[in-house]
């Protein structure tokens, strides 16, 4: 079975600070991988998605994620910071859902960004 | 209107309340998801509907009952609650396997 592993539960960060969210994730076949934003009591906005070719992926709001085979990771990184940044992160690796027209998503436990300014 | 729309966005019940919570996508999607998102815990998923059929439901209780009258519709109903149902539910829709799901804002559930 899959499984995302976000192992930083929440960072801190200056404004104008680069950054970088981690995201781990075990999958037997080709990943297809995905970042989410979550502002407190909103839904979750796709950030960026991989599926192949290029293995940096560039995504909305400045944001970029490198795909790394050989580490199964998917970092989310932008170089910095604003302060509307702060919010819930989460990293997940899609499946399909046993060769049918639908996807399933696994999601990792999330990791709360805060900005000091 | 644009993407996922859910309502209402907050919702107080009681524990011998029925209530229902709807979902609509304007995207054009085959599948529909809802979603449990409550503190310090993952994302879990409840039901997925695919094409208006039923496919997935991760064994929910039956005070949750699902309903998806078409493609671009669905429904969560739900009765005699519990206080530990209170959470963010999140209706969510994609097109195709492998592809992105794209979710609405979610309703916020308190059950007293």
């Known amino acids: 079975a899959q499984s995302v592993t976000q192992p930083d539960i929440h960072i801190t960060v200056s404004e104008g600070a680069s950054l970088e969210l981690r995201c781990n994730y075990s999958?037997?076949?080709?990943?297809?991988l995905f970042w989410y934003v979550q502002s407190p009591g909103q839904g979750l906005q796709l950030l960026l998605k991989?599926?192949?070719?290029?293995?940096l992926v560039q995504g909305i709001k400045g944001f970029e994620a490198e795909f790394k085979r050989s580490q199964s990771s998917f970092n989310l990184r932008k170089p910095s910071v604003h302060w509307s940044d702060a919010a819930e992160y989460f990293c997940?690796?899609?499946?399909?859902?046993?060769?049918?027209?639908?996807?399933?998503?696994?999601f990792g436990q999330g990791t709360i960004l805060t900005v000091h300014p | 209107e644009t993407g996922v729309t859910q309502t209402p966005r907050h919702l107080v019940m009681g524990m011998t309340n029925k209530k229902s919570l709807k979902c609509e996508q304007h995207?054009?999607?085959?599948?529909m998801y809802w979603y449990k998102q409550s503190a310090k815990k993952p994302l879990e998923l409840m039901f997925v509907?695919?094409?208006?059929?039923?496919?997935e439901n991760n064994s929910v209780p039956s005070r949750f009952s699902p309903e998806c009258p078409n493609s671009s519709h669905l429904f969560l109903h739900l009765h005699t609650l519990q206080p530990e149902d209170s959470a963010l539910y999140l209706c969510?829709?994609?097109?195709?396997?492998?592809?992105?799901?794209?979710f609405g804002p979610g309703t916020r559930l308190l059950v007293l």
């Open positions: 991989y599926f192949s070719g290029d293995t």
């Open positions: 509907y695919n094409f208006k059929e039923q496919t």
């Open positions: 997940a690796v899609g499946t399909n859902a046993g060769g049918t027209s639908y996807g399933k998503l696994t």
């Open positions: 995207l054009g999607h085959n599948a």
């Open positions: 999958y037997g076949a080709t990943p297809y």
């Open positions: 969510a829709s994609s097109h195709g396997a492998h592809r992105p799901q794209y």
